[in-house]
T-cell receptor, first 117, second 112 residues
Framework: GAVVSQHPSWVICKSGTSVKIECRSLDFQATTMFWYRQFPKQSLMLMATSNEGSKATYEQGVEKDKFLINHASLTLSTLTVTSAHPEDSSFYIC?????????????FGQGTRLTVV | TQLLEQSPQFLSIQEGENLTVYCNSSSVFSSLQWYRQEPGEGPVLLVTVVTGGEVKKLKRLTFQFGDARKDSSLHITAAQPGDTGLYLCAGAPKRSGYALNFGKGTSLLVTP
């Protein structure tokens, strides 16, 4: 399967600082990437759709000024959590869609554990 | 709004037992995916079902897509402790691009 790499795997930051998370598709080009958030013992919640070369599309209730998404190339999308607060602590996961023949499948990064202290 | 209703949410069984996890929706999906997630890791794709009525087998796991493409099931035969994990169904409703909606997941624990 296709490989999506996410970095860092975990990060601890002080309240009020910003944190950048990178998501790279290693062996394919992804015009669209997706960012999810997962709280303990819960499922993945879609935050936003990242479109290469254009603005991201955010889900209802997700603050676009707080969660900045940049998709500058076909293999890289970044999520920046600005002015992080303890309630932003969560597991953030990206995915990239790959269309092969008639099926489109999503491949996920390994996730980033963010802890804001 | 939860597009995909997954049940049961938690399941604890003994090694050797069989189990079925259900994923239901009122929406039609062009395809549904099943993922398995280990703690602290991203989900790993198990299977994609595309055709209504389709049945796919992956060793002891059997996946079925409903005829109307609104539901799917995952059946595990003779569960083993290595099957323990969070099982997630996901799908992109038709004409919604490929932003996946996930079910709430089924946390499976298989004890020896």
């Amino acid at each position: 399967g296709a490989v999506v790499s996410q970095h860092p795997s975990w990060v601890i930051c002080k309240s009020g600082t910003s944190v950048k998370i990178e998501c790279r598709s290693l062996d394919f080009q992804a015009t669209t990437m997706f960012w999810y958030r997962q709280f303990p013992k819960q499922s993945l919640m879609l935050m936003a759709t990242s479109n290469e070369g254009s603005k991201a599309t955010y889900e209802q209730g997700v603050e676009k000024d707080k969660f900045l998404i940049n998709h500058a190339s076909l293999t890289l999308s970044t999520l920046t959590v600005t002015s992080a607060h303890p309630e932003d602590s969560s597991f953030y996961i990206c995915s990239a869609a790959l269309t092969q023949r008639v099926n489109t499948e999503a491949f996920f990064g390994q996730g980033t554990r963010l802890t804001v202290v | 709004t939860q597009l995909l209703e997954q049940s049961p949410q938690f399941l604890s069984i003994q090694e050797g037992e069989n189990l079925t996890v259900y994923c239901n929706s009122s929406s039609v999906f062009s395809s549904l995916q099943w993922y398995r997630q280990e703690p602290g890791e991203g989900p790993v794709l198990l299977v994609t079902v595309v055709t209504g009525g389709e049945v796919k087998k992956l060793k002891r796991l059997t996946f079925q897509f409903g005829d109307a493409r609104k539901d799917s099931s995952l059946h595990i035969t003779a569960a083993q402790p290595g099957d323990t994990g969070l099982y997630l169904c996901a799908g992109a409703p038709k004409r919604s691009g490929y932003a996946l909606n996930f079910g709430k997941g089924t946390s499976l624990l298989v004890t020896p």
